[in-house]
């Protein structure tokens, strides 16, 4: 059993080899625990990437783009206080190493599913349940959707004083991966119907992925190439919300969406689906610009009416900013992480946990 005489040993482990929001919040955790004197490891996320992320951080890194690989690193790394696993292939890897860890495992739910979509899936989730001390949802949404119970702690955004920023473009981004769960499509069709490309507007879509392609061929359709632009993927997110004037998010189940919070923490006006995780985020602040999923036609009136007035972007921003600052910091997130692993820690056998609520 851990001492407080000694620091926590924890390993964030997820089998990965893109970056992500898992991977952001692997790594926002783990300099946050660092930064609260836990001996900190990760394993697994793109070598150049986590390394530069990482790097200044008290965070041992060690790659891993899969279950045997995460399962390997644990074996060779071996005791260890708290396995933190982020996904079904880092949570079976954390169970299945546990006799030589000796550590208790934590998992990170980020998606509001069961585990085990195919006969496999369906074993290693079984496997998984078993052995997994304690569940943790990354939002009530996801809490409610997942197998078994869960604690909810919603993640952290970077709460450094606020800095001067150039003078916003008009422009709309959509941040987010182009793929069908965060309907994209509904976004292009919100634009062409908003009329805010006639204008001198243009639609910043940052991100990739399968939908890609498909996409291209809807904006040429709907008659919007000259003002909605693909930038694909990148690594300077902030630049991406610091320069534009509103975020527009599409999903319509986005089990909590990362990328509002941090659009939330620079102060930038929001119009998103009045649904799931956005609901526990930009849905929380008064007169939020919220539209049902796959409503094309509200959301380009409520583009239309912000683009329109700019005041009311800049004071719904503030507000949007204010609650993010509040209530979605770092520190908040990594105390109730800590507290939750000293609660599971103080325990011999499985804890049970509920969903907060």
Not at 222 to 247: H, K, M, P, Y
Not at 328 to 352: D, H, K, W
């Amino acid at each position: 059993m851990h001492t407080p005489e000694v620091p926590l040993r924890v390993t964030q482990v997820v089998c990965s080899d893109r970056f992500f929001g898992i991977e952001r919040y692997v790594v926002t955790l783990a300099r946050g625990l660092a930064e609260h004197g836990c001996n900190v490891t990760v394993i697994g996320g793109p070598p150049t990437r986590m390394r530069r992320e990482l790097d200044g951080a008290p965070v041992s890194w060690y790659p891993a783009s899969g279950a045997a690989a995460a399962l390997g690193q644990l074996l060779r790394l071996g005791r260890a206080d708290v396995i933190h696993a982020h996904m079904t292939h880092a949570e079976l890897a954390a169970v299945l190493a546990r006799p030589v860890t000796q550590a208790r495992v934590v998992v990170t739910r980020h998606f509001a599913a069961r585990r085990g979509s195919a006969p496999g899936g369906r074993l290693a989730a079984m496997v998984i349940r078993r052995s997994v001390d304690l569940q943790v949802a990354s939002s009530e949404y996801v809490a409610a959707r997942v197998d078994g119970a869960s604690v909810v702690v919603a993640p952290g955004v970077s709460t450094s004083p606020p800095r001067a920023k150039p003078a916003r473009a008009p422009a709309v981004l959509v941040l987010q991966r182009l793929e069908p769960a965060k309907d994209t499509a509904t976004a292009l069709r919100a634009w062409a119907a908003s009329g805010l490309g006639e204008g001198g507007w243009t639609l910043e879509v940052v991100g990739d992925g399968s939908d890609q392609a498909s996409l291209a061929g809807l904006a040429s359709q709907l008659g919007i190439e000259s003002s909605c632009r693909f930038r694909g993927a990148t690594e300077n997110v902030d630049a991406w919300l610091a320069q534009a004037s509103i975020l527009l998010a599409s999903a319509p189940e986005e089990p909590f969406g990362l990328s509002v919070l941090e659009a939330m923490a620079e102060g930038l006006a929001i119009v998103a689906t009045g649904s799931a995780g956005h609901l526990e985020t930009v849905g929380r602040c008064r007169g939020a610009a919220l539209f049902p999923p796959g409503d094309a036609e509200q959301a380009a009136g409520l583009l239309r009416e912000l683009a329109a007035d700019e005041a009311r972007r800049v004071t719904y921003g503030c507000a949007l900013q204010t609650l993010a600052r509040d209530e979605f910091t770092v520190e908040r997130e990594v105390n109730e992480i800590l507290a939750a692993y000293r609660s599971v820690l103080a325990f011999e056998g499985p804890v049970a946990w509920r969903s907060a609520g």
